[in-house]
């Protein structure tokens, strides 16, 4: 019995290629006996990165800001193609075009905004800035925010891919916005003791919403199991001058990636509170003293301390297919941005 090690396909004897394209080369790897674990790791390096954010900076400077949407790109495709899964990296195909017109829809949406802000100044007199400031309350908090994490996800899901299969988000903006207004809601009820509930059911929609090679994801955790670790990070918060947060965030992040599975395989998680300390105190000193030219190769620390401690238990044993891009718009990511709600690199997942 022998399985392919990039997809866990299961071959009663060795054929030259899998059906997922991977070639079997009988000289230098072997059929493993028994699934390989989907370890993650980081391959980048500062002085690369460092390349890449010094282009970004000069080149926007002299295109007025134009180049900053390709520039971005670049590093975006750097990172993302220096994270790997048992030995084979991802990819990111989104372009600085997408990002440019993702901006001019903002800017749109912005001048509509301020333009029916100015005509209510006008035409309603004193009652106008009460108007101006109930439709920044209502878009920025209701509207605005849930929109930006939806496009956000669903468009860097669409661009990334791994294996030449590119993931997708299925998720309705509609449902996901309404677990962010009911959750807001109840958080501030209950003076943020609902917070843990809320952010898991929002982890559980996003998560069962995205797809990869034809597999759904999964997530088998309750927001009531991390209820006692918050309500702790908030006793020891001021105690500990705030240190303590960094033990809840490792908590955290092993709950929500030990929850999650993929065909059925779940992920493992060896974050430790320890190590996050340790590694955020050495890259806010390693930035500081350097003037900020360090940055890159805190960025680099970073996404390698959490790719070390991230794997899959096994590589799924089912038979990946192919999958079509899927539509996304670079809007989303783009007020993503500008709201301070990005979904990160891996498009909320932690990375």
């Known amino acids: 019995m022998a399985y392919c090690p990039n997809c866990g396909t299961e071959y009663e004897t060795t054929p030259m290629r899998c059906s997922c394209g991977y070639l079997f080369s009988p000289g230098s790897r072997p ?14 390096d500062g002085a690369t990165l460092l390349v890449l954010y010094l282009k970004l900076i000069f080149f926007s400077i002299f295109t007025l800001g134009i180049y900053s949407f390709w520039g971005r790109v670049a590093v975006r495709q750097y990172l993302w193609s220096q994270i790997r899964l048992a030995g084979q990296p991802f990819g ?11 901006w001019l829809k903002l800017m749109g949406i912005v001048i509509l905004f301020y333009g029916s802000a100015a005509v209510a100044l006008i035409t309603l007199g004193d009652l106008g800035p009460n108007l101006v400031v109930g439709i920044i309350v209502i878009l920025g908090f209701a509207l605005l925010g849930p929109l930006a994490l939806h496009g956000a996800i669903r468009y860097r899901w669409s661009r ?23 959750g807001l809601f109840l958080t501030v009820i209950s003076l943020s003791l609902y917070l843990p509930i809320f952010i898991t059911n929002l982890r559980r929609y ?8 034809g597999q759904q994801f999964e997530f088998h955790g309750e927001g009531k199991d991390m209820l006692w670790p918050y309500v702790k990070m908030l006793l020891l918060f001021f105690p500990t001058l705030t240190l303590y947060r960094f033990w809840y965030a490792a908590k955290l992040g092993s709950f929500n990636w030990q929850n999650t599975k993929f065909a059925g395989v779940p992920f493992r998680s060896t974050l430790s509170g320890d190590g996050l300390l ?6 806010a000193l390693l930035t500081i003293f350097t003037f900020g030219i360090g940055l890159p190769w805190a960025v680099c620390r970073q996404l390698r301390y959490l790719t070390e401690n991230l794997q899959l238990e096994q590589l799924p044993r089912v038979q990946l297919l192919a999958q079509a891009a899927t539509a ?9 941005e500008a709201l301070g709600t990005d979904a990160g690199i891996d498009a909320g997942f932690g990375l």
């Open 328 to 336: 996304g718009s670079a809007f989303g990511d783009t007020l993503g």
């Open 278 to 283: 340790i590694l955020t105190l050495t890259n």
């Open 31 to 44: 059929v493993l006996t028994t699934p390989e674990h989907g370890r993650f790791d980081f391959t980048g």
């Open 206 to 213: 996003v998560v069962e919403n995205t797809w990869f090679g």
């Open 160 to 182: 990334t891919s791994w294996q030449g299969r590119r993931f997708a988000y299925r998720g309705d903006f509609w449902k996901l916005a309404t677990i962010v207004w009911t």
């Open 92 to 102: 990111f195909h989104g372009t600085g075009k997408e990002m440019f017109l993702g």
